[in-house]
């Protein structure tokens, strides 16, 4: 029920068109009543028949005699509606020809009023959706990096598409059918307890036969339905490592065990879809049984009326007419009840990822962060992956508009303690700070708008060239753009591009080699002019000619500015002002290349290990 009511809340803003397509529904509920009310009139006036006593309707409202009454009064008002209103007075003959009539104006009701509700509230619904995936997506948008550790994209992509689809299906389809069909529910029952109401209160004391399966089935079938979406995200995720990783799949030969991983994920997602499909095919039996009980019942009891001259034939064939309406109608709303189940179980799967806690919070009092100007400081900094310590009491004081290197073998922290300065993590302990300021006290806007980020993995979108370079800023004139990609040293290549800078990339910007694609970056964190600037590791997979281009393109960015800068390779960071070592998540070293070399210290040793074969190169950027 709570994540009912959170969906609804999608609807409120949207009330206004909601309450018409309901009034809309009522019309069609009362189009309905008239037609069922046509049914007396034909057997007991249209067709010849033995007089009875119609005990149970005397002195009930009856159509006919109010249509005559308002075609009386038009046609004195209106003189051609006369001869009309004269025909239709009395009679047999009179009595067909104005239930036709009534008939033709009761269904162009029916149509106009049912496209009314039903696009009304698919508007609605659609509405409604858009803004939950918007939501849903923006709540993931603005998770830590250890969100997406933890929910593999694949998961993440099911849950925005599959899981609001589901959910689409009821809000904007299945709504208006349940306004539509309560409507005629509660209007008709209501017509049943005025034409007869012992017959009624008869039916009635089978409802809860009816209504206690299918509370019962509705449970059951929303946690298998949960369990099917889990299963098929689990397979969703398969299938996007197969596809990303293509090159390597083929490459080591191994499609038949990818194709056999994703037959697996699909066998378990059938399992579940199968538990889900025999309660689903359990439903209508059910009901068929139940409802069957019913009517025999019900037939036995009316004959009985009939013999005793207390029920027309008339009477009878109306009410169960509208007996009948009232079970395809509660029918349709148990398979509608059924989808929404369904369509709940996934609402939970994403509001759990909407109720999630961020675990990088912007404090309600957070101030914009001034321009930096001083230095940058890691004071006594801890942080942990759960329970594996990653950074240990790392103090470190970077001066503005010096160029810091991080060394050290793989796992020993080093892209973690930068990742910590533009908050992707927050420190276990201690605190990081700018100019004084601990960054979890500044706005992330006014923060990571200072810092620019080029790493070793590429992210290009598919757009074109001057939208990648100016990412999000439609504001910035292309002659900006372009002072960028020429600082880049990326100008020469755009130009020769199909279509210059309005070249779409395709996906992840494969159309460009490797160090294409890093000066696009490149030109991008220029572009931002951001006074603070990490460099990932951002030339190691990069060829000697690629890695010359690009480390000429570093060389403009980096002036002016300051750098943390992350490699593996010792050769780039020979120039750096200072260099810090870690191991372990410990800075055991720091100091100068002539400095460290001459401590014969750990930075020492993996100097030797990398340049044991040559002569150690000339510093390229650094």
Known sequence: ???????????????????????????????????????????????????????????KLQMLDQARRLIGAGGQAWAPLASFAARVREGSAGTAILVAALIVVLFLFKGLFTYLGSYLTRWVGLQAVRDLRADLYARIQKQSLAFF??????????????????????????????????????????WLFYLNWRLAGFCLVLTPL?????????????????????????????????????????????????????????????????????????????????????????????????????????????FVAVLFMIYASFKNLVRINNEAQQSLAAARRVFEIMDLQNRVAEKPAARDLPPFRDRIEFRGVTFAYGRAPVLRGVDLVIPAGQVAALVGSSGAGKSTLVNLLPRFYDVTTGAVLIDGCDVRDATLASLRRQIGLVTQEVVLFDDTVRNNIAYGRADIPLENVVAAARAAHAHEFIQALPQGYDTPLGEAGHRLSLGQRQRISIARAILKDSPILILDEATSSLDMQSEAEVQDALRNLMAGRTVLVIAHRLSTVRRADVIVVLEAGRMVERGTHPELLARRGLYARLHALQFRDEAAPEASVL
């Open 149 to 190: 550790s933890d929910y593999p994209t694949g998961q993440l992509v099911a849950r925005v598409i599959g899981d609001v689809g589901r959910i689409q299906r009821m809000v904007s389809g299945d709504l208006a059918e349940i306004f539509r069909l309560a409507a005629i529910l509660a209007g008709q029952a209501a």
């Open 210 to 318: 009816i209504v206690y399966p299918v509370a019962r089935f509705g449970s059951r079938l929303k946690a298998t339905t949960f369990r099917s979406l889990e299963r098929q995200g689990d397979a969703v995720n398969i299938m996007k490592e197969g596809v990303v990783g293509t090159r390597i799949v083929q490459a080591f030969g191994m499609e038949g065990f990818e194709i056999g991983r994703f037959n697996d994920a699909l066998d378990r997602m059938q399992r579940a879809e199968r538990k889900m499909a025999r309660v689903v095919s359990l439903t209508a039996p059910v009901l068929e049984v139940v409802g069957a009980i019913g009517a025999a019942a019900l037939i036995g009891y009316a004959g009985r009326r009939i013999a005793a001259g207390k029920l027309s034939p008339g009477e009878f064939a109306t």
């Open 1 to 59: 029920m709570r994540d009912l009511l959170r969906l609804l809340g999608y609807v409120r803003p949207y009330t206004g068109r909601l309450l018409t397509a309901v009034l809309c529904s009522v019309l069609i509920s009362l189009t309905y009543l008239g037609l069922l009310g046509m049914i007396q009139p034909i057997f007991d006036q249209v067709f010849p028949r033995e007089t009875v006593g119609p005990a149970a309707t005397a002195g």
